[in-house]
């Protein structure tokens, strides 16, 4: 079995990572109210939160908007935060309601920022297993200094909560066609059952030689085929 890598050398890995989620938890704390684009899912985030099953009191109902839209990105978001919301309620130091909304608003784009990071940082594992380490680090030093995606990573917009899902679904295609590939790179490279010298006996000169021409012209056709 291989070594575990020194515990340095697995931190220094997940810096890139560390990296695009400190700046974009930097943009919450830069711009930390929302846009009009983000109300709906922010709004229904907070009825989850707060109303619960009382849906008589969500927000909707008076402003439906133009097209129906799903309650199901706000309904993960309000569960990932809803633990925090207990502790912000019987904690001292917020005394007002207005005061804990505020708080939880923040709280929700930071757990949302949080998993669009971990969205990249699998996407970058991927990249990493299918051409190499340097151009993974690369992607997430881009992505860090790029203003765009680190700036919605946080915005309770449906892009950005289908950016999440799209993101993942890329990092598992990169995986699976990685993996499928080494296997056909594998599998092409062995060499053929008549050209070795266990069974090279039962063949004549002329046979294993045609035999093994063939064979490796299918080789060569699977390997361009998985390229």
């Known amino acids: 079995a291989n070594p575990r890598p020194p515990t340095m050398a697995r931190v220094l890995s ?4 560390v990296l695009v ?9 830069l711009a930390p109210y929302a846009k009009v684009e983000e109300s709906f ?3 229904a985030t907070h009825d989850v ?10 927000d909707h109902h008076d402003f439906p908007g133009v097209v129906p839209r799903t309650f199901a990105g706000a309904v993960v978001l309000a ?4 633990p925090i919301k ?4 019987r904690s001292d130091s917020i005394g007002s309601l ?13 757990a949302l920022g949080a998993c669009t990071a971990l969205a990249i940082a699998r996407f970058r594992f991927a990249l990493a297993s299918r051409i190499g380490a340097p151009a993974s680090v690369a992607f997430a030093l881009l992505t860090a200094t790029s203003f765009h995606q680190t700036f919605y990573a946080s915005r309770t917009l449906p892009n950005v909560f289908a950016l999440i899902l799209a993101t993942h679904a890329m990092a598992d295609w990169l995986l699976a066609t990685t993996t499928r590939g080494r296997g056909v790179a594998s599998s092409s490279s062995s060499p053929p059952s ?3 010298d266990a069974t090279s006996s039962s063949f004549s000169s002329r046979s294993r030689r045609t035999c093994c021409g063939r064979a490796r012209s299918r080789s060569r056709t699977r390997r361009g085929g998985a390229r």
């Not at 997940?14 to 990572?17: S, T, V």
């Open 49 to 58: 939160l707060y109303h619960g099953r009382n849906l008589g009191r969500y």
């Open 41 to 43: 899912n922010l709004q």
């Open 14 to 17: 997940w810096a890139p990572d």
């Open 79 to 82: 569960g990932l935060v809803a």
């Open 86 to 89: 207990w502790l912000i309620e």
């Open 194 to 196: 008549c050209c070795s």
């Open 98 to 110: 207005d005061g804990d909304a505020v708080a939880m608003q923040i709280v929700a784009r930071l």
């Open 21 to 29: 989620l400190l700046v974009i938890a930097l943009h919450v704390a």
